[in-house]
């Protein structure tokens, strides 16, 4: 058995009750062939992955493995070129803050660009994903949404989707003039990167 060993990393993360971590996208090919008389041997090959995680981070951050195999991917998009799989804002750059209006608000404009200019089709599953990314990351950026000052946006992106209803019918019913905290602005900002990690992990159209 051969066995092939990387060291890889990953950031930590503020957040309100403790250190998060950023996720990691990994992906394994093979180098080199073995003679075509071998392939009757073998079905599918199994592949054991293990992760050596710090022993003080144990019972309070936990990794968790997800995958798709190359034959899968290529076949849930088979009228489409490898190419254009490409989601230009993931991973998200390691200065990406969760806590961060800016960082939020740079991302609502590149999932809105790249909903507008590559994807287009509203009809498409990468646009109905891609519009609840949105609405994350807009709302993330503008908290007080929809009652205090926010940005324009591209009027294609309709308030559709159960992120954005939900959201809208819970905060509706709050007055105009409530102020909100810093410590309520955290609090809504690690609950949408919660819910963030688990839609972009691995998109559903994927």
């Known amino acids: 058995m051969s066995v092939v060993t990387s060291i890889?990393?990953?950031?930590?993360?503020?957040?309100?009750?403790?250190?998060?971590?950023?996720?990691?996208?990994?992906?394994?090919?093979?180098?080199?062939?073995?003679a075509q008389s071998a392939q009757s041997n073998f079905g599918t090959i199994p592949l054991q992955v293990t992760i050596l995680w710090p022993r003080e981070f144990g019972g309070q951050a936990v990794p968790v493995i997800r995958h798709i195999?190359?034959?899968?991917?290529?076949?849930?998009?088979?009228?489409?070129?490898v190419p254009q799989l490409m989601i230009p804002?993931?991973?998200l750059p390691p200065s990406f803050n969760p806590l961060s209006e800016a960082s939020w608000s740079v991302l609502a404009r590149q999932v809105e660009?790249?909903?507008?200019?590559?994807i287009r089709?509203?009809?498409?599953?990468?646009?109905?994903?891609?519009?609840?990314?949105?609405?994350m990351a807009f709302i993330a950026a503008n908290p007080d949404f929809p009652r205090g000052?926010?940005?324009?946006?591209?009027?294609?992106?309709?308030?559709e989707g159960k992120?954005?209803?939900?959201w809208t019918a819970d905060n509706l019913t709050i007055p105009a003039d409530s102020p909100l905290s810093q410590d309520i602005l955290d609090e809504i900002r690690t609950s949408i990167?919660?819910?963030?990690?688990?839609?972009?992990?691995?998109?559903?159209f994927l």
């Open 8 to 34: 890889i990393h990953t950031s930590p993360l503020q957040a309100n009750e403790g250190i998060g971590f950023t996720p990691v996208f990994l992906s394994i090919s093979f180098q080199g062939s073995t």
């Open 113 to 118: 660009t790249w909903l507008v200019d590559t």
């Open 89 to 91: 804002f993931l991973p």
């Open 163 to 166: 992120f954005i209803e939900s």
């Open 193 to 204: 990167w919660d819910d963030f990690q688990l839609i972009f992990t691995v998109p559903p």
């Open 69 to 81: 195999s190359w034959t899968e991917l290529v076949s849930n998009f088979e009228s489409q070129s």
């Open 121 to 135: 089709d509203v009809r498409a599953p990468e646009w109905a994903w891609g519009c609840d990314a949105f609405w």
């Open 149 to 159: 000052p926010w940005p324009n946006w591209n009027p294609k992106i309709s308030l």
